[in-house]
């Protein structure tokens, strides 16, 4: 009696292990997802069913099942509980996504292939830029996420790039839902003009200052006067000049830092 009791008990755990295993309980099931639902010893119920454009499946026994919207936690809880109305004795139900086709997200902006992706599973904002071919060569670091329903109380987030591959962690991936919309914005770019080695355009990030654009340029020239720097930008509309410039002023998308040469 109790080693039944036991290999009924390991049975189970493995059953519901197979389940995670599967795909994310937390995976909210839609038209076109490809379910495989088993029962436990009962081999003539499997079943692999597509979920119809209504949202419904149908099953053996119970007929049709609305399943649209429910996690697969739900959808394994709702079997269960119609086969238990009747047909079976406490059945073990497994549910396994093995075709993810409902959930979509669509990104947009510095990105190489910009459009509609559907979300094969758990998919991150990582793996997402990699399947739409990366970033362009304009791409900022900073992605902006706007969700279709509040996710954990938020609409929107906005991730920095190079803070996000700096740790070098899948853990700290961000995880995408249905319906997400996601941008990639255009990195900002400050001018550095006159006595520097390499006068250009540079792309900037938040917290950039003067000397570290200007780093960033190459540095001085030998005929820079660096105390003279000047910072031109535009301010409701109109351009304004800042004489002597402190090298640690933050500076903003399209400033212009012009570094004038010495005569003395």
Known sequence: MKKTFAVSFFLLIVLQAVTVLGGNLS??????????????????????????????????????????????????DLISSELADGYLVNPQVSVLVQEY???????????VRPGLYELQGEMSLLELISRAGGLTP??????????????????EILVDLAELMGKQSSE????????????VEKAGLVYVTGEVAKPDAYKIKEGTTVIKAI??????????SKKKTKL?????????????????????????????????
């Open 172 to 183: 700290v991936d961000v995880v995408l839902v249905n319906n997400d919309n996601v941008f």
């Open 215 to 224: 780093t960033t340029a190459g540095g001085f020239s030998k005929l820079a």
């Open 138 to 155: 304009d791409a900022g670091t900073l992605v902006t996420i706007r969700h279709a329903e509040p996710l954990n109380g938020q609409s």
């Open 27 to 76: 995976y909210r099931v839609g038209e076109g997802d490809l379910l495989l639902i088993k029962v436990y010893d009962m081999d003539d119920l499997t079943t692999r069913v597509r979920v119809d454009a209504d949202g419904q499946i149908g099953f053996p026994l119970i007929g049709q099942v609305n399943v649209d919207g429910l996690t697969i936690q739900q959808v394994r």
């Open 101 to 111: 086709r409902s959930n979509k997200v669509v990104i947009i902006g510095e990105i």
């Open 232 to 264: 031109v930008r535009i301010v409701d509309g109109k351009e304004q000049i800042f004489e002597r410039v402190p090298m640690n002023e933050i500076v903003q998308p399209d400033d212009v830092i012009v570094v004038p040469e010495s005569f003395f």
